[in-house]
């Protein structure tokens, strides 16, 4: 019914930027609250940040506050996640998801949507 489509992933050297883009299509996602996780070889899906329909409220988890930000554009029903100053340790697939809230939600179960996911290699 919906679908969310993850592009922006790829390689880049530690400190420097990458910018993903989820796109939807099938429904507007005018007013879903949007997140990004991610999940390492080995390690389970991790929160990485959220934010509500209006793009104006939104949470991170600690080790990225303050290199990466969260935004939207509705007139696109885009969510993007700027992530900079990288570091290898963020190397990681990463998704993104929606929910229809209406508070913010950082576990995965309460995501009703998901993207493939995109790959994010950040090499020392």
């Known amino acids: 019914q919906v679908q969310l489509v993850e592009s922006g992933g790829g390689l880049v050297q530690a400190g420097g930027s990458l910018r993903l883009s989820c796109a939807a299509s099938g429904r507007t996602f005018i007013r879903s609250f949007m997140g990004w996780f991610r999940q390492a070889p080995g390690k389970e899906r991790e929160f990485v940040a959220t934010m509500d329909w209006t793009g104006t409220i939104t949470d991170y988890r600690d080790s990225v506050k303050g290199r990466f930000t969260i935004s939207r554009d509705n007139t696109k029903n885009t969510v993007y996640l700027q992530m900079n100053s990288l570091k290898p340790e963020d190397t990681a697939v990463y998704y993104c998801?929606?929910?229809?809230?209406?508070?913010?939600?950082?576990?995965?179960?309460?995501?009703?949507?998901w993207g493939q996911g995109t790959q994010v290699t950040v090499s020392s």
């Open positions: 998801a929606a929910n229809t809230g209406p508070i913010l939600r950082t576990f995965a179960r309460y995501y009703d949507y």
